[in-house]
């Protein structure tokens, strides 16, 4: 697949049209569960969390995510509410 291909097929003339594959939303800080030996010893049961931002990926699974400074300043972004 060539550049021109993956332009047509990841990014539709008009916006709107183009599929919630991705986005990024707030995790406000929250304890979790520890599912490691290691997160145990360190804290118990639960682990405290501070707040994040995590992505939801074109690959269905979610990645925390850090903006870069071009990320934050871009002028693209939509509120979903």
């Not at 405290?48 to 903006?67: E, F, M, N, S």
């Amino acid at each position: 697949m060539h550049y021109g291909e993956f332009a047509r097929l990841n990014f539709p003339e008009r916006l709107h049209d183009l599929p919630a594959r991705m986005y990024a939303y707030y995790v406000p800080a929250a304890s979790y569960p520890a599912v490691t030996e290691i997160a145990r010893k360190e804290f118990g049961e639960m682990v405290p969390y501070r707040a994040y931002w995590a992505l939801k990926t074109a690959q269905g699974d979610v990645a925390t995510w850090h903006p870069s400074g071009s990320d934050s300043l871009a002028e693209d972004w939509y509120i979903v509410e």
